[in-house]
């Protein structure tokens, strides 16, 4: 007869089953897969080590994001990554840093002078992330050299080594073309011109996203708690005037306007010799022009001049440093390698999703982050048919991009309306997540009439044009589907614009059941038409005395409110001071 548990005399001990750790690799392939998904990629590195298969699984995780330039460092990782299948066979997105270099830097005098303008190095005592908002480099007490040293001109010479030897020689897309039909888990392509300086909080170059190139540079600064100046950078907005720059040249993968070089050139290097003299002599320091255009608040890539002592009068003879001697200008160099990248049959039939990464770090206020909208123009080689024809081939389900107006925003909105962008956007009638940052042109009105996106979830327009109208028509047509709706920085463009009403428009469609939407958000609305800037790095034209900015959430507020200080695209005005 069998004995129950119940008749067991109190002391007789159970026995419990074994709790000894079960080995790893005594699990499927599958298991092992999601358990080194969850590790850091420090302790990945360690646990390849341990045997083959571990090795061969591992090896996914490790270059999940991987970055192609003309930079030594990054070219030699991407050509590492692409003799090992199995990393390759990892890579999930691709990064098109299209960042470049001035030669002009390497001359140490060079390089000390224009190191000597603030305007030239202006992050240089900001910590790039901080785990704590109050942490700073300007500690009390320090002493700051009034120009880079040669440590930091020997990082800038060993970063910028081989770098126009690889641009002109297309080591990086001639590497490119050998690698993508080992990228068979490929998903996301990305083009951007992000720089070290940049701290996006995600995305390419954010904290735990970045490149050789960049991880090297951040961290020699924050080791010596200085950003090095001049780290690589590119400005995609090639003329600053209409007529500035004539010819189908500017649209040629090699053609680059070098601001300090052409500086140097221009003076024959008399200018940074009599500078060099008079700085020796007790000048420091410097100062940003103010723009032209009316409106004080706006910053013009003008001149910085270096101030006396006692911040008096300029000396007539002190030759002024253009701040244009900071760019690094050229168009069409990235989007040349993301349509070789788009035209491929293997990342034709993997990609998903495709966005721009635009560096907020422009020479000046009047300028915008982003694409030039040039590029899109009936004038300008067919980018636009190219685009159009390799999205109409690809499953997008996600595309982001954000296009720069420069100075010129009638000529924008112009070429806007040509329809080119349209036809772009029209090719991906897939699309799930829609980013569209179109500066100081028609966001919503860039989608041709009629156009519907059936399965788009979210949508975010930023730093452009809306009209009241627009907003309603757009959710009207994507009500069953949409879900998130975020209007960031952008200006209502009508006769008689209120953000009040145009959020009331929203409310009253989602209470008569036409939109499903579980989060709709305005930030930083603007009534008047913001003459330059973006509002994502604060550079907006801040807007006449008496005239706010609004923002607004749905199931927060039941109309608009004055958008926060945090959250203004522009800078407000300081606070007058307690009498």
């Known amino acids: 007869m069998a004995t129950s548990l119940l008749d067991l005399p109190d002391e007789t001990p159970l ?3 074994s709790k000894k750790p079960f080995p790893l690799l005594k699990f499927p392939n599958e298991i092992i897969h999601d358990v080194l998904h969850g590790l850091e990629r420090q302790d990945l590195k360690a646990i390849r080590v341990s045997c083959r298969r571990v090795c061969d699984i591992a090896s996914a995780f490790l270059y999940e994001t991987l970055y192609i330039s003309s930079h030594d460092i990054d070219l030699f990782v991407f050509e590492m990554v692409t003799f090992n299948p ?31 303008q603030e305007g030239f190095w202006n992050k240089r005592r900001t910590p790039y992330y901080t785990d704590d908002d109050n942490e700073t480099w300007d500690d009390e007490g320090r002493t700051w050299s009034p120009v880079a040293d040669d440590e930091l001109h ?52 954010s904290r735990y996203n970045t490149s050789p190139l960049v991880k090297w540079w951040r961290r020699v600064g924050e080791g010596r708690r200085e950003r090095p100046p001049f780290p690589p950078r590119v400005d995609w907005y090639a003329a600053l005037e209409a007529d500035e720059i004539e010819g189908d040249e500017v649209f040629e993968p090699d053609w680059l306007i070098d601001g300090a070089s052409d500086y140097v050139d221009e003076n024959g290097g008399g200018a940074l010799q009599s ?91 009047v300028e915008t982050p982003g694409l030039s909208i040039g590029m899109l123009d009936f004038v300008a080689p067919p980018f636009a048919m190219r ?103 952008c200006t209502l463009d009508d006769e008689d614009p209120s953000w009040s009403d145009a959020v009331q428009d929203i409310i009253r469609l989602q209470g008569m059941g036409a939109t499903h939407l579980r989060s709709a958000v305005v930030r930083s609305g603007y009534e008047t038409v913001p003459l330059t800037g973006c509002g994502r790095n604060r550079s907006m034209t801040r807007p006449d005395e008496g005239e706010s ?20 695209g522009h800078e407000a005005l300081p606070e007058d001071p307690q009498p």
């Open 154 to 205: 020997q990082l800038l010479v060993q970063a910028y080594r081989n770098h126009h030897r690889n641009r002109l020689a297309h080591s990086d897309v001639g590497a490119l073309r050998e690698a993508l039909p080992g990228m068979v888990g490929l998903r996301t392509l990305v083009l951007s011109n992000r720089t070290a300086d940049d701290t996006p909080k995600e995305g390419s170059q």
């Open 15 to 17: 026995e419990l089953p």
């Open 549 to 568: 900015a609004y923002s607004w959430a749905l199931g927060v507020q039941e109309d608009v409110v004055d958008c926060p200080v945090e959250d203004l």
């Open 275 to 365: 500078m060099t003299e008079q700085l020796e002599n007790g000048h420091d320091e410097d100062d940003l022009a103010r723009s032209d255009d009316e409106n004080e608040n706006a910053q013009e890539p003008t001149s910085v001049l270096p101030l006396t002592d006692n911040h008096g009068v300029v000396p007539w003879n002190q030759a002024p440093i253009p701040l244009s001697a900071r760019a690094l200008r050229r168009q069409s160099r990235g989007i040349h390698i993301a349509i070789e990248v788009l035209r491929n049959p293997i990342a034709q039939s993997r990609l998903k999703n495709f966005r721009v990464d635009a560096s907020l770090d422009t020479i000046a206020d």
């Open 387 to 489: 685009l159009s024809m390799a999205f109409s081939t690809i499953f997008l389900t996600s595309f982001g991009l954000v296009l720069s107006n420069g100075r010129e925003g009638e000529v924008g909105q112009s070429i806007l309306e040509q329809g080119q962008l349209g036809s772009v956007l029209s090719a991906m009638p897939r699309l799930q997540h829609l980013v569209l940052e179109a500066h100081g042109m028609a966001a919503i009105g860039a989608i041709p009439n009629g156009t519907t996106f059936p399965d788009l979830v979210s949508v975010e327009f930023a730093c452009g044009l809306v009209t009241r109208l627009e907003i309603r028509k757009f959710l009207r047509r994507h009500g069953s589907t949409l879900q998130h709706l975020r209007l960031l920085y």
């Open 86 to 116: 199995l990393l390759l066979a990892g890579v999930r997105e691709l990064v098109i840093d299209d960042t470049t270099v001035s030669s002009a830097l390497l001359d140490r005098r060079v390089y000390r002078e224009l190191s000597r």
